[in-house]
């Protein structure tokens, strides 16, 4: 079984849907029905609060595991896709330029290998978008980590569920990115204890590019945030880093 394959079966307990950010989805959405892509969705838990309130509400993410409990969620259409690639994904060929919200957060972003990667997936999620639709970005603030070469984040535990997730960074040369190593250990205090160990390179996007970024693949009235619950994003000391933006709608432009 594939480290994801496992992290899915206990990504409730290890990251559970947070009130702050599903407030800030149910807030873009509106209180019409939407039409959303949650990207890099996981197992679906903001998606499937989404679709209980009504909205049409698409999924997908790169592991099929993930994809799969998600899509098992009353009301949500989930597949697995690439980021780099949704306009040409089967599920989203007729419905391209139609979205209302498309978010992708969970740092997300970051696990393309480079900037050029970057703009390609954040280009197609532009594409999807109708004009004047929004786009919600949440990374980790890698201005902070860099300038502290921080050794990771808290290792997140849930006592009840007996779940343990370690989370450490290594910088192996100046401009080769970060290597995050995990740890999730499983049926802590039973006979059913497991541990298995993941790791990845994370790009360690700067606030200010990705502010940039999306300026380049036509959105435009961007907002930044330090936090879900509307806090400013403060550069040394925001956990998160959080964008929101709108597709430039050209008519009114040329108006």
């Not at 997300?108 to 919600?136: C, F, Q």
């Not at 009840?160 to 250990?185: K, M, S, V």
Request: net charge negative; aromatic share 8%; glycine share 8%.
């Amino acid at each position: 079984m594939s480290f994801y394959e496992n992290l899915s079966r206990v990504y409730e307990y290890v990251f559970p849907v947070q009130k702050p950010a599903l407030d800030l989805l149910h807030q873009l959405a509106g209180f019409k029905t939407a039409r959303i892509l949650d990207i890099a969705c996981g197992t679906g838990g903001h998606a499937g609060s989404l679709a209980a309130s009504g909205h049409n509400v698409y999924a997908c993410d790169l592991d099929r595991a993930m994809a799969a409990r998600a899509g098992a969620r009353p009301g949500v259409k989930a597949f697995a896709a690439d980021m780099r690639t949704l306009a040409s994904t089967p599920e989203l060929a007729d419905i391209s330029g139609s979205f209302d919200l498309i978010y992708c957060i969970g740092n997300s972003l970051v696990h393309l290998s480079d900037e050029n990667e970057i703009a390609e997936a954040l280009a197609e999620m532009s594409y999807l978008l109708r004009p004047g639709g929004k786009l919600l970005i949440q990374i980790i603030n890698y201005h902070r980590i860099m300038l502290g070469h921080l050794p990771g984040l808290p290792t997140i535990k849930n006592v009840d569920a007996g779940i343990e997730f370690e989370r450490h960074y290594n910088y192996p040369q100046a401009d080769d990115g970060i290597i995050f190593r995990t740890i999730l250990r499983t049926g802590i205090g039973s006979a059913d204890y497991q541990e298995s160990e993941g790791q990845v390179r994370l790009l360690p996007l700067q606030p200010d590019r990705l502010l940039e970024i999306l300026t380049t693949v036509g959105l435009s009235d961007i907002r930044v945030f330090g936090r879900f619950s509307g806090d400013a994003f403060e550069p040394e000391s925001s956990v998160p880093f959080i964008a929101i933006a709108a597709k430039t709608d050209n008519k009114q432009q040329n108006n």
